[in-house]
């Protein structure tokens, strides 16, 4: 069958298949591919999230294994802890062997006969030793203790900054799911603005309200709108803050967070039992930053022991083992002709045991221990400033947990009956408004006032929720919902 298309027009789709035409569609190709790997690349890592929901429990965990600050941390933990492995192998004798070859051209002295040879040969040796301390102002043993110190208070630091990262997932957490609220409610205002737009323009097409007031109530809209556009900004924004507390990889923009049922939460006035004073007393006892000052004040303590031990003498054991062989060592050493001794036969022959005790008596040093001593006092002094430092702190931050979460009761249930007038009058207004008994203007004043209210409340309970759980948090109970 013969083609429709006209012998001009197909010169046109019938392009030459010549070496350059080959090339340049190979070039347009591999752009194609290019340019199509590119978009799949940032379309994947700036889509939306792929439905994965994050809970509060599972963002904790999370940060707790990959926070960087934390995993730093946990390496001064693990390097407390070798060096409190190598204090006490300190404490076990030491075993070392030795082996040696050796060649020797021209002049030298054999030990193995003895002289002084001039002439090439070649010798072997082999010896092992051991050394122990016996006694050195106990200096080892207080060196184990404060190095036990030290893991303990590298391994409280690491808990202080696994709470440290909770506490402040907890709050971008809150926020993420305040920023969500806040939408809702800005949303639910567009909503209602936005049918009093639509009734209030029938009403105008019919003649029954004015221009101006139909003005109004778009500009009204207009403006809410812009208010949500700004929600949805500060969700977004709320949302980046969280992902990059997290860590998490890739270039996402996004996450989808589970919303607890904070109706179980019941908003009411703290225990009157429960004091600052009580809180501060069972914090004391178990916040990590506390205890990890408190082993830095002991290990500082038990330093001070150490360096004090060398105003005593030392005393060491030492233990030693050696042989040689050597080729010049004859069956005859009157004879140059005599045969060499046999390998094993000279090792066993040359064999030499050693036995020694050395006593160390410190005299005069340049004053070196005392000053270290007096160094070592000012630190033990320095960990005891700390210590009450770090507490005076946690009181102070206690106190003021205490107050602001007083402060928050006080202020969410102000708000509510707030909210609860506002709402009355919104509905009221409303009533007025599609009567036309008052003007898009002032209904607007209504609807404002009430959506601020339930905003203003919604602030207030996260406010409270947070607070509280801040106080549950240094009484060392589970931050969770």
């Known amino acids: 069958m013969r083609s429709s298309v006209p012998q001009a027009n197909r010169i046109i789709f019938e392009l030459p298949k010549n070496n350059a035409f080959m090339k340049y569609r190979s070039v347009i190709t591999l752009r194609l591919f290019t340019g199509l790997a590119f978009f799949l690349l940032f379309s994947t890592a700036f889509a939306q999230p792929s439905g994965e ?5 599972r963002c904790l965990e999370y940060a707790r294994e990959n926070n960087i600050t934390v995993r730093q941390v ?13 204090s006490r192998a300190d404490l076990f004798p030491t075993l070392n062997a030795s082996a040696g070859h050796n060649f020797y051209f021209g002049l030298s002295f054999d030990p193995t006969s003895l002289k002084l040879q001039d002439q090439r040969y070649q010798s072997s040796s082999f010896g092992a030793s051991s050394r122990f301390i016996i006694f050195n102002g106990l200096s080892n043993y207080y060196q184990v203790m404060a190095n036990s110190y030290t893991y303990k208070a590298a391994q409280q630091d690491f808990q202080q900054a696994v709470d440290d990262v909770s506490l402040n997932i907890i709050q971008l957490y809150m926020q993420v799911l305040f920023a969500q609220e806040r939408l809702e409610i800005v949303k639910q205002q567009v909503d209602v603005l936005s049918q009093q737009v639509e009734r209030t323009g ?11 007031d139909f003005l ?6 207009a403006t809410q709108e812009v208010t949500q556009v700004n929600g949805e900004n500060s969700l977004a924004t709320a949302k980046l803050n969280l992902i990059q507390a997290l860590n998490l990889p890739g270039m996402s923009m996004d996450i989808i967070i589970e919303k607890p049922d904070l109706s179980q939460f019941e908003v009411k006035e703290m225990d009157p039992t429960l004091t600052a004073e009580n809180v501060f007393n069972t914090a004391i006892t178990i916040r990590p930053n506390i205890k990890g000052k408190e082993y830095r004040l002991l290990g500082a303590k038990r330093t001070l022991a150490v360096i004090r031990g060398g105003y005593y003498p030392s005393l060491a054991f030492t233990a030693s083992i050696s042989t040689a062989f050597s080729e010049l060592r004859k069956a005859n050493p009157i004879d140059p002709l005599s045969p060499t001794i046999p390998f094993f036969d000279q090792l066993q022959q040359n064999n030499s045991q050693q036995l020694s005790f050395g006593l160390t008596v410190p005299i005069f040093n340049g004053l070196q221990t005392r000053m270290a001593v007096q160094k070592s006092k000012i630190s033990v002094k320095q960990a005891e400033f700390d210590l009450l430092n770090e507490q005076l702190t946690l009181r102070n931050t206690i106190q003021q947990a205490y107050t602001d979460a007083r402060a928050a009761y006080k202020v ?12 009355e009058s919104f ?6 408004f599609e009567a036309k008994v008052i003007n898009a203007v002032e209904f607007n004043d209504a609807s404002t006032r009430y959506f601020n209210a339930r905003t203003e409340l919604l602030i207030a309970q996260y406010d409270y929720i947070f607070k509280t759980k801040v106080l549950d948090f240094y009484r060392g109970e589970t931050l969770e919902f």
Request: net charge positive; aromatic share 10%; proline share 0%.
């Open 74 to 86: 946990q390496l001064n933990s693990m390097n407390a802890k070798y060096d409190l492995i190598q």
């Open 202 to 212: 029938m009403l105008y097409d019919a003649g029954v309200v004015t221009r101006g």
């Open 412 to 423: 969410y249930i102000s708000n509510t009956k707030n909210l609860e007038a506002l709402e």
């Open 53 to 57: 929901v994050w809970t509060l429990k």
């Open 216 to 221: 109004s109530i778009q500009s009204q809209l």
């Open 427 to 432: 509905n009221y207004a409303k009533e007025k």
